[in-house]
């Protein structure tokens, strides 16, 4: 428990190295995140490709009615900014849940809930719950996306 009387985010302090493996795992999952925010309707793809590996990224993404699969950060990108645009005049990702990371050696697991917010075309608040895992392996000296997994909740999805 801390000064206020309340008890830390585990998702943001978790050790007391800032420069831990989990430390910087969750500091390249908030920047994910953070990345996938409209920026005048658009889906700005630059920041991802700092985080992501610069070989072969499998995503995956089950929205409850079908399946995305994808074995590279440009369709990866291709898709969702194509679905997004089309969903969306704006939108922004949220982190919504503490970020469970485990590390094995120069692999990195990250399991966590995140909230996809956005306002229609036609002016309606639409959102949607996910669970999102992220692998990443440690590479060049920075921990890097190499996989990520996404299921919708099914009672409410935007797509």
């Known amino acids: 428990m801390n000064s206020l009387g309340t008890f830390p985010n585990p998702s ?3 050790s007391p190295d800032p420069t831990s493996p989990e430390t ?12 996938w925010s409209s920026i005048n309707g658009r889906f700005v793809t630059d920041s991802l490709r700092e985080i992501a590996t ?10 409850g009615h079908h399946i995305a699969v994808g074995v590279s950060l440009d369709g990866y990108a291709a898709y969702w900014s194509r679905n997004l645009t089309e ?3 704006e939108w922004l990702l949220l982190i919504d849940s503490p970020i469970d990371v485990s590390v094995s ?20 608040r639409k959102s949607q719950r996910q669970h999102t895992q992220h692998i990443f392996e440690k ?5 890097r996306l190499v996989q990520e997994q996404i299921t919708i909740s099914p009672e409410g999805t935007c797509f």
């Open 12 to 14: 943001v302090v978790s």
């Open 24 to 35: 910087e795992v969750r500091t390249r999952v908030f920047a994910w995140c953070s990345s």
């Open 139 to 143: 590479r060049g000296g920075a921990w």
């Open 105 to 124: 050696g120069n692999m990195a697991k990250a399991s966590f809930h995140t909230r996809l917010q956005g306002v229609t075309h036609d002016q309606h």
């Open 54 to 63: 610069d070989g072969q990224v499998r995503m995956v993404a089950d929205l």
């Open 87 to 89: 969903a969306f005049a």
